[in-house]
């Protein structure tokens, strides 16, 4: 990570994004964030995975790590979508 930032000190970065470790972080060191959103299939801190939101404005960078959390019947299945013109059209889209 001493890398990463001090990479992102010389290039002037507001913030750092960066990946692979495949474990969460979200931390401001000096003025420069250092975001890693972990992962969402293969996690390695234990969790059932995790993402990162951030925003950013002229007024600054804001965001988090968000933990995704399994909840069992809170979103029925959707129905089984049905074939047509359309759906053959974006199935074949690399085709045109």
Not at 45 to 52: N, P, R
Not at 64 to 69: L, N, R
Not at 73 to 78: A, I, L, Q, R
């Given at each position: 990570?001493?890398?990463?930032?001090?990479?992102?000190?010389?290039?002037?970065?507001?913030?750092?994004?960066?990946?692979?470790?495949?474990?969460?972080?979200?931390?401001?060191?000096?003025?420069?964030?250092?975001?890693?959103?972990?992962?969402?299939?293969?996690?390695?801190?234990?969790?059932?995975g995790?993402?990162?939101?951030?925003t950013?404005?002229?007024?600054?960078?804001?965001?988090?790590?968000?933990?995704?959390?399994?909840?069992?019947?809170?979103?029925?299945?959707?129905?089984?979508?049905?074939?047509?013109?359309?759906?053959?059209?974006?199935?074949?889209?690399?085709?045109f």
């Amino acid at each position: 990570m001493p890398r990463i930032f001090y990479r992102a000190e010389e290039e002037g970065c507001v913030a750092a994004l960066f990946g692979h470790t495949h474990k969460p972080l979200f931390v401001q060191c000096d003025d420069i964030y250092l975001i890693n959103p972990g992962s969402l299939t293969l996690p390695a801190d234990g969790t059932k995975g995790s993402y990162a939101v951030v925003t950013t404005s002229p007024q600054g960078l804001e965001g988090s790590v968000i933990y995704y959390e399994e909840k069992k019947n809170t979103v029925p299945k959707p129905a089984k979508v049905q074939g047509g013109y359309i759906r053959g059209l974006l199935n074949y889209s690399d085709r045109f």
